[in-house]
């Protein structure tokens, strides 16, 4: 699975828009890029996902450049629940091979 | 319907004891995966399992953890002797096509 690159940490006030960014420079044509996220103490959950077309859920939105050689995850109104360390991860969708889960980044939703 | 289920959520131990815990995956999901994060760090890929495949142990730190899975389903990861730096919640996760889905974990802590 290609390596990816995010911040180690972000701030975002309350009720604004948070968005994380995630390079990805070495993806392959047939790999997608996951995003998750875990809050304190609870297990990774997932968020979305998707390959080159920008993709909505209602958690989030993801946006893939052209090249897809980066991506934001976009939680549209940040709240304080959203507070957790978020997970860039680039894989292919036909692969049973365990996730491998960078560092992340820790974003902090302020009142 | 319901997700991945860890049983039991905490469990502390006495050094040199042996410990089981259990990961009831989401029904249906072929593939099974362990992880264990320590305190303040990333996920660990422990051991998976796919089908009747044979599993993938790369990740086990030692000959002193195990797991298996019966039945195609529910799955055990056994420590034997624990040491206190086996001390760390343990993530069980199974996974569909697309998402890989977590369990709450169990808190292991070994006095």
Redesign the interface.
Known sequence: DAKTTQPTSMDCAEGRAANLPCNHSTISGNEYVYWYRQIHSQGPQYIIHGLKNNETNEMASLIITEDRKSSTLILPHATLRDTAVYYCIVRSVSGNTPIVFGKGTRLSVIA | GAG?SQSPSNKVTEKGKDVELRCDPISGHT?L?W?RQSLGQ??E?LI?F?GNSAP?KS?LPSDRFSAERTGGSVSTLTIQRTQQEDSAVY?C?S?S?????????TRLTVL
């Open positions: 991945v593939a995966y992880y990333g996920l890929f998976y796919q993938d990740g993530l996760a996974r096509q697309y998402e890989q889905f977590f369990g709450p974990g």
